[in-house]
């Protein structure tokens, strides 16, 4: 990627909690300090246990004509971490209000919003406390809420996740001494492709590993109570009422987000796009960039997602 302008900062949660973000890009390089300050902003929402690394291609795609904001959720990344994971408000709501605390400390005033797995949510949830502010959404391999009710199309799961939970909270932080040399294993990278996490024809490794490793430094509390905490979202009844462009991205093989969620939202939402990845795994982020960037191209050409100039 060519040389492009950049900002980082913290912006402070009305709890205190400090959250890392950072904008990249601006106007082409002949547009000037001004033009690269007014430019439209792409907003990224990331999954949980993900941190900015996972919208690198979107990034060098975008940066020279838009600027583009990336930030951590409470827990992850640079933003500051949790005392006690069990107690913290870690719901869908609670990151959506962290949104518009980044924008406010960013500058930003309306912006179209990306979203991955569960930032999707994050993204209805910010257009349900400010539509006046987003001019587009992009949600990306994700539901509108109750995620594990359909986690591997299996009734049980949140069952599972339920008892994942307990047994992480109860055994507190010597979890960490088992988990963490797993995910940093040189077996990760088979696991993950034998058991269809991710496409291994598409996806590159050093995609993955950035992934894992950021996974295995997280607080695995943060980390269980975060995905608990998407289920018990649910914005689909919001969804029929969604009045801007917005384009829905699905993937094949997604085996998190199932690909007939996302034709659901695509059919509730009035005129939303559509764009279904063949052979896509719910880390099709990172394995079919260019198709995904192409089509958001022709998305944005088309509908102005922006909104006026």
């Given at each position: 990627m060519e040389d492009v302008s950049f900002r980082t900062g913290?912006?402070?949660?009305?709890?205190?909690?400090?959250?890392?973000?950072?904008?990249?890009?601006?106007?082409?390089?002949?547009?000037?300090a001004d033009s690269a300050a007014t430019a439209?902003?792409?907003?990224?929402?990331?999954?949980?246990g993900v941190s900015l690394f996972f919208w690198k291609y979107l990034v060098e795609h975008y940066a020279g004509r838009y600027r583009v904001l990336l930030w951590d959720y409470r827990g992850h990344g640079r933003s500051d971490r949790l005392p006690y994971a069990a107690d913290a408000d870690l719901s869908i709501g609670r990151h959506a209000k962290d949104l518009w605390c980044v924008l406010d400390d960013a500058g930003v005033d309306r912006a179209l919003l990306a979203g991955h797995s569960m930032g999707c949510?994050?993204?209805?949830?910010?257009?349900?406390q400010q539509p006046d502010r987003v001019t587009g959404l992009v949600p990306m391999l994700g539901s509108a809420g109750k995620t594990l009710e359909t986690f591997f199309d299996y009734s049980g799961s949140p069952a599972i996740f339920r008892q994942i939970a307990r047994i992480?909270?109860?055994t507190g932080y010597r979890v960490h001494y088992l988990v963490r040399p797993l995910l940093e294993s040189p077996l990760a990278w088979p696991v993950a492709k034998n058991f269809g996490l991710v496409d291994p024809f598409y996806c590159k490794r050093d995609d993955l590993l950035s992934y894992l490793r950021h996974l295995s430094s997280l607080d695995l509390q943060i980390?269980?109570?975060t995905v608990l905490a998407t289920n018990e979202h649910d914005a689909w009844d919001l969804l029929h009422?969604?009045?801007?462009?917005?384009?829905i991205i699905a993937a094949e093989r997604d085996a998190f987000t199932p690909v007939y969620l996302s034709?659901?939202?695509?059919d509730t939402i009035p005129a939303a796009d559509y764009l279904m990845l063949a052979e896509g795994s719910h880390a099709a982020l990172i394995e079919q960039p260019?198709?995904?960037?192409?089509?958001?191209?022709?998305?944005?050409?088309e509908r102005n997602p922006f909104g006026a100039a």
């Open positions: 913290f912006a402070t949660a009305p709890d205190g909690m400090r959250l890392y973000w950072r904008i990249v890009g601006g106007a082409e390089a002949d547009g000037g439209p902003v792409i907003v990224c929402c990331n999954g949980v949510q994050v993204i209805y949830e910010a257009w349900r992480i909270d109860s980390f269980i109570h009422r969604i009045d801007i462009p917005v384009l034709k659901r939202i695509a260019e198709t995904i960037l192409h089509r958001m191209d022709r998305f944005i050409d």
